[in-house]
């Protein structure tokens, strides 16, 4: 168990270019997550993944944003025609659960993104 | 809509002193549950503990207790005898029961703990 790991760490990318980040979770944890952090914020969610099905969007996603998770391991997280404001630490989680989520979730070190 | 506060934006103290970060929360679900991460400056959130809304029993783990208590919706964290590996930005967090929509953070309280 080496822990939810995510690529990039960083990503510096120009306005207006599409940028995608990677998140491999625990092996055995069948749920899986994006946040989105702000300097001085908490984390907020953005979607939530249960295998390969994505069951649950914030409105924070806006069109731009698409998450993937094939085969229920892996999951990617797509922002295309990226704005100033995209700026921020995306941070993927995983746990384990079925129904209530009860159980606590394990975060990765997250890939922080800076559009210039 | 859930909610949760943590008022506290920053709080410094000397090493060895007791330090207590507040949490104070709203949901209208009856089962829900409540969580504290800790984030070093690697940005790895680390699990502390998680309560649910059934058990108001205090916890204590080492130097770490948490004392939850529903009539006030509060979950607040206590360190004893700080050290200045405590130092990092401590987040309180909500979960509802009824969907898996995620984790609602509070802002958090970044502590100093000074040698």
């Known amino acids: 168990d080496t822990g939810v790991s995510q690529n990039p760490r960083h990503k510096i990318t120009k306005r207006g270019q599409n940028v995608t980040f990677r998140c491999d979770p625990i092996s055995e944890h069948n749920r899986l997550y994006w946040y989105r952090q702000t300097l001085g914020q908490g984390p907020e969610f953005l979607t939530y993944f249960q295998n390969e099905a994505q069951l649950e969007k914030s409105r924070l996603l806006s069109d731009r944003f698409s998450a993937e998770r094939p085969k229920g391991s892996f999951s990617t997280l797509e922002i295309q025609r990226t704005e100033q404001g995209d700026s921020a630490m995306y941070l993927c989680?995983?746990?384990?659960?079925?129904?209530?989520?009860?159980?606590?979730?394990?975060f990765g070190q997250g890939t922080r993104l800076t559009v210039v | 809509a859930q909610k949760v506060t943590q008022a506290q934006t920053e709080i410094s103290v000397v090493e060895k002193e007791d330090v207590t970060l507040d949490c104070v929360y709203e949901t209208r679900d009856t089962t829900y549950y409540l969580f504290w991460y800790k984030q070093p400056p690697s940005g790895e959130l680390v699990f502390l503990i998680r309560r649910n809304s059934f058990d108001e029993q205090n916890e204590i783990s080492g130097r770490y207790s948490w004392n939850f208590q529903k009539s006030t919706s509060s979950f607040n964290f206590t360190i004893t005898a700080s050290q200045v590996v405590d130092s990092a930005v401590y987040f309180c967090?909500?979960?509802?029961?009824?969907?898996?929509?995620?984790?609602?953070f509070g802002k958090g309280t970044h502590l100093i703990i000074q040698p």
């Open positions: 989680a995983s746990s384990t659960g079925q129904g209530s989520w009860d159980t606590e979730a394990f």
């Open positions: 967090a909500l979960s509802e029961a009824r969907g898996a929509d995620g984790l609602t």
